[in-house]
């Protein structure tokens, strides 16, 4: 028998999954990396942690599926996305690997949307943002130029790691799409707003689409990961798309929520629609003719770690969190909180942005601040949720992802501030799956995405319905929550 293997390379962690050919779980491993902040608002990875961190979680996965690597067809990727690896003219990492939590580029953004003008809205159909590769570069030419002219190459996360594997330098749409830099009209790179902010088109490597082959694994690699030479290797997706594939939503109108470290609600459809003000992205689907329209926010699950990490000091896992949010009033009688621990992208671009808790009183204990974080984190997508309308985007049905897909507490949440029915899937690890559903169309198994899709993803039989007196609860704290953030919008840059 012949498996797959999806290596999903997160902001804190790889894991690698292998599956067989119907989709089912064999084996799984794990290695992880920590963030560097040299300077404050910095966020900084080496890349050699994240090749070995990916050997690790290749030789778990290996040994507890019991099998060997010469019996891993294939091999697909999912990706923190917006990341830049920057490399030289020998394919060696010039600087660290700037991810999506730096705000270093922050004070340039209105700077690039002047330059940008009308292209943004023609071709990028996105803003820039800190954090993302094309402002990051912006930054450094800016800033460190000795640097920037060491720069040969260009790509996110996974496409490093593809690289050291198959030693293929290329990307695909979907993280293409993320760099800021791509006409996600047309799916292409865009060279009139690279030719405006004055960065080198020649930077940017080959484009492909999500499910195509790069290569097969290289004898070095081999060495290094146990794996065969005659394993395939396909480009992958960003960790959005990923997950939206490995959920199953891939249909005009389903529309995901997804809370992991950062928090994202995306809504498939069948053209390139966008928010004039672009509060919300629009990226490139892993299914060509179809796009994912998203709230990508920075902060999700993130706040729920600090709290209970550097503030409760608490070592409970994060199902007791949930299940003692859950035994107090929705609400949280009156307490509110804004989650912008790291800046915010979504729905207000704010790199100055702060959390902040309100409504605090002495009735307000222990469970009343759990249960505002994680409202605060549902508020701040339903502020995105009205973005989407304004759009008119098709939205029919939800299915709910990453760690607040587990929670009891945070699905009924979800479903009384959206107030739309909750549905989950039995897909446990949706990005790594989403990328061994690449490989194996990659490896001809599917004749497509939509095909591979209806075979290997199921809907749980439970949904969670919306209580319809929360859900009126939530709309009046939701006029507050909205208010108390354009309260506060002008006092960030204020905060020293």
């Not at 490995?246 to 966008?274: H, W, Y």
């Not at 672009?278 to 729920?304: D, E, F, I, K, Y």
């Not at 949720?385 to 945070?410: C, F, H, P, Q, Y």
Request: charged residues 20%; hydrophobic residues 40%.
């Amino acid at each position: 028998m012949k498996y797959v293997m999806g290596i999903d390379l997160g902001t804190s962690s790889t894991k690698a999954l292998i599956e067989d050919e119907s989709g089912r779980p064999m084996g799984s491993g794990s290695g992880s990396y920590g963030i560097s902040i040299p300077v404050m608002s910095y966020a900084e990875q080496d890349p050699r942690e994240y090749w070995q961190a990916v050997v690790t979680a290749i030789g778990g996965a290996l040994k507890e599926a019991g099998i060997s690597g010469g019996e891993i067809a294939g091999i697909g990727f999912s990706g923190q996305m917006h990341g830049m690896v920057a490399l030289d003219e020998n394919k060696e990492p010039v600087c660290p690997a700037i991810i999506h939590l730096d705000q270093r580029s922050g004070s340039l953004l209105e700077k690039m949307r002047e330059l940008g003008g009308d292209v943004l809205e023609r071709e990028v159909l996105n803003q820039p943002c800190a954090g993302m590769i094309i402002s990051t570069l912006f930054w450094i030419r800016e800033n460190e130029p000795a640097l920037y002219e060491k720069i040969r190459y260009v790509m996110s996360v996974k496409d490093y790691i593809r690289f050291r594997l198959c030693g293929e330098l290329g990307t695909e749409c979907s993280d293409a799409a993320a760099t800021l830099a791509f006409s996600v009209r047309n799916r292409q790179w865009c060279g009139e707003w690279m030719d405006r902010l004055g960065i080198r088109r020649d930077i940017w490597v080959p484009v492909h689409e999500s499910y195509e082959v790069a290569g097969t694994i290289t004898p070095e690699a081999a060495a290094e990961t146990g794996l065969s030479t005659q394993t395939v290797v396909v480009y992958g997706a960003g960790d959005s798309l990923a997950a939206l594939t490995g959920n199953g939503v891939v249909e005009k109108g389903v529309m995901a929520c997804n809370i992991g470290t950062s928090s994202q609600l995306a809504v498939i459809a069948d053209r390139p629609i966008f928010d004039p003000q672009m509060r919300v992205q629009t990226w490139c689907h892993t299914v060509p003719g179809r796009w994912a329209v998203q709230a990508g926010t920075l902060n999700g699950g993130s706040t729920l770690s600090w709290l209970r990490n550097k503030v409760l000091k608490d070592t409970r896992p994060f199902a007791e969190l949930d299940r003692e949010a859950g035994m107090t009033p929705a609400g949280a009688e009156g307490l509110y909180f804004i989650p912008y621990l790291a800046g915010e992208r979504t729905p207000y671009n704010e790199p100055q942005a702060k959390g902040t808790y309100f409504g605090l009183g002495m009735k307000h204990e222990q469970g009343h601040i759990i249960r505002a974080t994680m409202e605060g984190i549902l508020l701040n997508l339903n502020e995105c949720v009205g973005i989407l309308d304004e759009m008119k985007a098709e939205r029919s049905m939800l299915i709910s992802s990453g760690g607040a897909a587990r929670g009891v507490t945070w699905k009924q949440i979800q479903a009384d501030v959206l107030d739309m029915p909750v549905h989950t899937t039995k897909v446990k690890e949706e990005a790594c799956h989403g990328a061994c559903i690449l490989a194996a169309v990659g490896l001809g198994w599917y004749a497509d995405i939509r095909e591979a899709c209806q075979d290997t993803v199921q809907l749980d039989e439970h949904v969670t319905e919306p209580i319809r007196e929360h859900v009126k609860l939530y709309a009046e704290k939701q006029a507050v929550y909205h208010d108390l953030l354009m309260s506060v919008r002008d006092m960030y840059s204020r905060i020293v």
